[in-house]
């Protein structure tokens, strides 16, 4: 009678599918890819919205700013309701100030936002910076 690897297979299927549940739980933190790509020093903008789009992980506005579209990163629905903003006021023609960080490639146009000014109102998408 000749041994059966069953043993081998069964634990081989048992580490396999391991690794696959650990790399299922790792997604989400490699899905909100944090702040790495910015600049430490803070910026400012000033530009009008040319498109908006609302929702998670984060809203992004486009900005045109002399004469260039900026991508601006705001801050997930939760936070922008936590610091007064309604979707209807982050909509196409709205003149905006953004105050924050650029990309730390200076071809990249995009803006990670964390203060915006809106008709002189701030609104603070993160109180607790500076």
Do not use: C
């Not at 789009?53 to 309701?81: K, M």
Request: without cysteine; aromatic residues 6%; hydrophobic residues 45%.
């Amino acid at each position: 009678m000749t041994p059966t690897p069953a043993p081998f297979f069964s634990r081989a299927l048992l580490q396999l599918a391991a690794a696959a549940l650990g790399l299922l739980l790792a997604l989400p933190a490699a899905a909100h890819h944090g702040w790495v790509w910015a600049e430490d020093v803070n910026s400012e903008l000033t530009g009008t919205i040319v498109a908006a789009r609302l929702g998670n992980p984060h809203g992004e506005l486009t900005l045109a700013v002399d004469g260039a579209n900026w991508i601006v990163e705001v801050g997930q629905p939760w936070r922008n309701e936590r610091a007064g903003l309604k979707d209807a006021m982050l909509v196409k023609g709205v003149k905006l100030t953004v105050s924050g960080h650029k990309h730390s490639d200076p071809k990249k146009k995009v803006f990670k936002a964390e203060r915006l000014v809106i008709d002189g109102k701030t609104y603070d998408l993160y109180p607790d910076r500076n």
